[in-house]
């Protein structure tokens, strides 16, 4: 079964300047260290607020590396049931159960109904803890996810990996946004009418206690919003700011109620 909405895959260009980036703004705390020796791969677990990135650095990266966020992550307690289950529902299995190249826990690939990598893992090894407290940052929102192929993606992620919806929104011009979870991870999906261009892989997102004393709090380290931000935020009243990482990762910065209040 599974039971975790686990991270999204970064692949970075600079592990220092990542590591800064994300411990300095946002106070994210190491909860792994490894390394994959046949790709020659540094691999760190971040934890933000209670919610969890891993980044991935590889020493050669090939000319045709994608950097950025490159996959979502799942915990299964039964990979080979559930990779088998998925696959035969058909959905492209990309990896088979295999060992990880970390050498912890074992893990499978896929694609999902729109084509974004999902990582399957298994593993004994707890790697999350509680929250961590931060004097800017009080929560990981949400994960997400550009979503085409809107009920496909619910198939995949509501009606087979058993997320369960928080809310639904129609929103001016025919775009939906959903919100589906696994207790404190939440994952959005978003649809146009229209089939979008922008990467699958959307965004990842904070709760601030107020986007302006954040933006300030940024500002001092030398980060900046994106241009036209902050902006009102479309669903649950506040405001958003957008940054980048090193990498171009688009990061949204929001002081809204949590979702699962609303």
Do not use: C, W
């Not at 980044?55 to 990779?83: K, M, N, Q, R």
């Not at 999906?189 to 990842?204: G, Q, R, T, V, Y």
Request: net charge negative; hydrophobic share 40%; aromatic share 8%.
């Amino acid at each position: 079964m599974i039971y975790e909405l686990n991270h999204f895959g970064i692949v970075i260009r600079d592990l220092e300047k990542s590591l800064d980036f994300y411990q300095g703004l946002f106070g994210a705390k190491v909860v792994f260290d490894g390394f994959i020796e046949s790709s020659k791969t540094d691999v760190r677990y971040l934890q933000i607020g209670g919610g969890m990135i891993e980044l991935l650095h590889p020493h050669e990266p090939g000319t045709d590396e994608t950097f950025g966020v490159t996959h979502i992550a799942f915990l299964s307690d039964s990979l080979d049931e559930d990779y088998e289950r998925l696959t035969a529902a058909g959905f492209e299995g990309l990896v088979k159960p295999k060992v990880a190249g970390t050498g912890v826990g074992r893990l499978a690939f896929l694609r999902d109904a729109n084509g974004a990598r999902v990582e399957l893992l298994q593993r004994d090894v707890k790697m999350r803890t509680e929250p961590i407290e931060h004097p800017v940052v009080k929560a990981f929102d949400h994960y997400s996810l550009v979503s085409n192929d809107r009920e496909g993606a619910l198939r995949f992620y509501r009606d087979l990996l058993g997320l369960r919806v928080l809310s639904s929104h129609e929103m001016t011009g025919g775009s939906k946004i959903d919100y589906l979870h696994y207790d404190y991870d939440v994952l959005e999906l978003l649809h146009s009418p229209e089939p979008s261009s922008d990467p699958i892989f959307a965004h990842i997102a904070l709760r601030v206690e107020d986007v302006a004393a954040a933006q300030a709090a940024f500002a001092e380290r030398g980060v900046s919003f994106e241009a036209g931000t902050p902006k009102p935020a479309r669903i649950g009243g506040g405001s958003i700011g957008v940054i980048r990482d090193p990498d171009g990762v688009k990061i949204e910065v929001l002081d809204r109620p949590d979702l699962r209040e609303l």
